[in-house]
């Protein structure tokens, strides 16, 4: 006790004088520092203590700052959320607000560069004569599997998905391959820790097991945050892959070119359903790929470090045998699978056409209910869905045979081959790479007590190498059977590569108007490979010259032609009415001036489709807007582009009143009501909010097409002169006869059987007067002959009305009364 209690108090000396010397030591420097500064040390500690409560105010006031920028941005962002908008900068880029709990949270999206879509084009659009592929979308006779088209276009896709190596996305791969090495080392000590636990279970060693528990239990809880932190990273993986590529195709897909028009009417690549792409097909391509970084990397990750501690363990002929079973295993595997890629691709394609049947109804729900057609549509959608089940059916049928022999190959028999391999220490221990018994040992054994003892350690220590190479075989078999399942998991997808390659590659097309006749072939007639023609924005006016008016088809296929060659010009406050029979072409002609039909000849000015010194179209069917009453009458303008305009609510009122629909935001409770428009508002409601767009957007030219049709005359003609009082010069697509008053020329389509017939005048003319005179006559001509239709009718109802019935040899006529 005493030289316990001399150790201690000598123990506290030392650490005292180590403390004194350090005191010391800190006071010299500090005292050698007062005398070389001129500044005493009162005026240094008052220094001091003058910088630190500025420090302290400046973090107060900063932080007061920080709390007032994020109080006004969380204000900012609950009336965006509310009224469906957002904040765009100079650059393109947009913000918009998104609900998080109680608050907002604040995304700023970026525009895709036009420089990156044509860095891009390359890999998705190619010559024919390069690839013999038909302007970029794979060729009909390269089916979805695991081929060189596979790796191109996954390839293309990993150019969007990590556009560079400093982005977030290879940030989060570089994270996620940390924790799978994490979870392989993880694997290794818990196979020699297993191993350990029973050796000290069968030598009967209780600390040691029970530490090993312990040990077991610290282990097991680090593995289980890695194994989470590596499913929750794969996750992040896939919405980072997913986001990129959706605001890619976001950007192709709704863009100045009109893609989202021309991709379903004219192009045809896609089909009916590029809904089905952007949503399903894209999240499955997703979490495929995301899955596939894990499936693929982590596996061939344990191959290497497990078969390294094999061979350490078992020696080179354990190796071998591993080696030549992956080989034969997936040589016969990779033999016998079903083309999962190409059936993957077909159950997509099934699914989309079930979706847009669905689709199709939605749309067409009122039509379908006045018509009653509800069986009809019934029995349309239960064989669409017969068809997909069908081919569902199919795959699982297949699967089944497949995942037997999978399973027997993966599970049991490499389960059985683990064991054949771990027993050859035990009965082979020259082969298995372990030393024999040393003479030394022999010699020592000669004791009963110290032979025991050995026999009990070279037990203890085959059990202990048996149950880590079992788990390392346990291991192994699990990686090479993940590594094996990948194989059917790279062919699903292949197929949703494909799919999501074929919409991109489409989108390129269109956007790049990249269309080609397929090889060996000219183009069609009016096909898009066909267009010729010019379209120039920014001429004070609308002027045609020889454009021939057609209906285009879908690509390759060529157009049908209404007029062959049209010229007219409409210049500022030449009001034009253009009418004519059904099919004439009335609408393709605004169709074709907006640039939705292409110009397959002549030249076509316009102004730019870009506010008041543009043009603006209103479409036969009103379409009216998600969101609020206010963005109702802006569209396609949002709260923030009316405010940067400098518009208010009052001159938004002014023009519902002027467009008769004054009484709206009373009756629907405000400008920030959300309603489903289309459903509140009446036919004749939506036509006239369609003219409260064109009077707040006041453009110089309009094209109305039916724009007033479920209008009254005296309402029509009210809105009529309140956009011509704004100096619109109106284009009207009509029928109606009435409207001719409103406008200074006439364009009068199929006057005959000819394509090429049509009329241009001036209203008041003589030529105008003698054509409606013309017209007149021909309508007093008819009227005259109806006494003669009339008699004529009679005598073919008297006809109808006998029934000759044969019998007898003899001819009876009997008259029977009409219904």
């Known amino acids: ?225 890695t194994n989470s932190t590596i499913k929750f990273l794969q996750s992040k993986i896939s919405i980072a892959f997913r986001t990129r590529l959706t605001r890619y195709i976001h950007d192709l897909y709704l863009n100045k070119s009109l893609a989202y028009y021309k991709l379903h009417n004219l192009d045809g690549g896609v089909g009916q359903g590029a809904d089905q792409f952007i949503t399903q097909d894209l999240t499955l391509f997703c979490d495929s790929a995301a899955s596939l970084y894990s499936s693929l990397g982590k596996p061939l990750v344990d191959l290497v470090t497990f078969n390294f501690q094999l ?41 989309g056409d079930f979706r847009s049947m669905h689709a199709r109804l939605i749309a067409n729900a009122e039509e379908v209910a006045f018509y009653n057609g509800g069986e009809t549509e019934h029995i349309l959608l239960d064989q669409g869905f017969r068809e997909l089940r069908k081919w569902m059916e199919n795959i699982y049928r297949i699967k089944v045979g497949y995942n037997m022999l999978e399973d027997f190959v993966l599970k049991y028999s490499w389960s059985a081959f683990g064991y054949l391999v771990t027993s050859m220490p035990v009965f082979l221990p020259t082969l298995g790479g372990l030393p024999p018994v040393s003479n030394t040992a022999q010699s020592t ?42 194989i059917k998991d790279l062919s699903e997808l292949a197929g949703y590569t494909s799919r999501v390659y074929t919409l991109i590659s489409t989108l390129h097309r269109v956007h790049a108007e990249a269309y080609y006749p397929a090889r060996g072939t000219y183009a069609e007639l009016f096909s898009l490979a066909d267009v010729q023609g010019t379209l120039h924005k920014g001429f004070d006016g609308v002027r045609l010259e020889n454009v021939p008016v057609v209906a285009p088809s879908v690509y390759p296929m060529g157009g049908e032609e209404l ?37 397959y000849r002549g030249l076509i000015s316009r102004p730019r489709h870009d506010g008041q010194d543009g043009i603006m179209f209103l479409p036969q069917r009103p379409y009216l807007s998600p969101g609020t009453l206010r963005d109702q009458v802006i569209y396609p303008h949002t709260e923030i582009d009316m405010q940067a305009a400098g518009r208010r609510e009052s001159e938004l009122q002014a023009i519902l009143e002027q467009a008769k629909l004054g009484y709206i935001p009373e009756r629907e409770g405000g400008w920030d009501t959300r309603k489903m428009w289309k459903d509140v508002l009446s036919g004749g409601e939506k036509q006239r909010m369609g003219i409260a767009r064109l009077l707040y957007h006041e453009p110089r030219y309009a094209f109305i097409d039916e724009g007033t049709s479920a209008v009254s005359s005296d309402v029509e003609g009210l809105l009529y002169e309140t956009a011509k009082a704004k100096g619109i010069t109106l284009i009207t697509i009509s029928t109606r006869a009435s409207l001719k008053r409103y406008h200074s020329y006439t364009l009068t389509l199929g006057l005959g059987d000819e394509a090429n017939e049509y009329e241009f005048l001036r209203i008041g003319t003589a030529s105008e007067k003698s054509s409606v005179e013309k017209e007149l006559a021909e309508l007093r001509e008819r009227l005259s002959q109806v006494d003669e239709w009339k008699r004529r009718k009679q005598e073919i109802d008297v006809e109808l009305g006998k029934v000759w019935v044969a019998g007898d040899g003899n001819a009876e006529q009997s008259s029977l009364d009409a219904p």
Request: charged letters at 20%; glycine letters at 8%.
């Open 1 to 225: 006790m005493a030289a316990q209690s001399t150790l201690r108090r000598s123990t506290a000396d030392r650490f005292s004088d180590l403390f004194d010397h350090f005191y010391e030591r800190l006071q010299a420097r500090l005292d050698a520092y007062q005398r070389r500064s001129p500044l005493s040390k009162r005026t240094t500690r008052l220094i001091a203590t003058l910088a630190l409560s500025l420090t302290i105010v400046a973090s107060s006031y900063g932080g007061y700052r920080l709390y007032r920028r994020r109080k006004k941005e969380q204000t900012l962002g609950r009336q965006l959320l509310r009224r469906n908008s957002g904040l765009k900068s100079k650059d393109g880029s947009r913000t918009i607000f998104v609900p998080y709990k109680d608050r907002t949270t604040k995304v700023t999206i970026h525009p895709t560069k036009n420089t990156t879509f044509d860095a891009h084009r390359r890999l998705f659009l190619s010559p024919p004569k390069q690839t013999g592929m038909e302007a970029g979308v794979p060729p009909t006779n390269i089916k979805p599997g695991l081929n060189m088209a596979f790796i191109h276009q996954f390839g293309a896709l990993m150019n969007i998905m990590i556009p560079r190596w400093r982005s977030k996305e290879t940030g989060l791969l570089m994270t996620h391959a940390i924790f799978l090495l994490l979870r392989t080392y993880l694997s290794l000590v818990v196979a020699r820790l297993d191993g350990e636990i029973v050796r000290d279970l069968v030598a009967g060693k209780g600390n040691a097991f029970l530490l090993g528990i312990a040990k077991w239990l610290s282990i097991g809880a680090v593995s289980s945050y």
């Open 311 to 351: 061979y350490r363990s078992l020696g080179p002929l354990a190796l071998s045998g591993l080696l030549i079973n992956y080989f034969a295993t997936a040589t016969l595997l990779r033999r016998l699978s079903p083309p999962f890629g190409k059936m993957k691709a077909v159950e997509g394609r099934k699914e």
């Open 445 to 486: 054994a000669q004791s009963g007590v110290v032979l025991a003892e050995h026999s009990s350690e070279r037990s203890g220590g085959r059990m202990k190498q048996f149950i880590t190479n079992k788990r390392l075989m346990l291991s192994l078999a699990d990686a090479g059977g993940r590594m094996m399942y990948s």
């Open 563 to 599: 007029i062959d060659s049209l010229s007219f010009v409409v210049g500022p406050g030449d009001h034009l009415l253009i009418t004519g029979p059904n099919g004439a072409g009335k609408s393709a002609v605004s169709r074709i001036v907006s640039g939705l039909w292409p110009a």
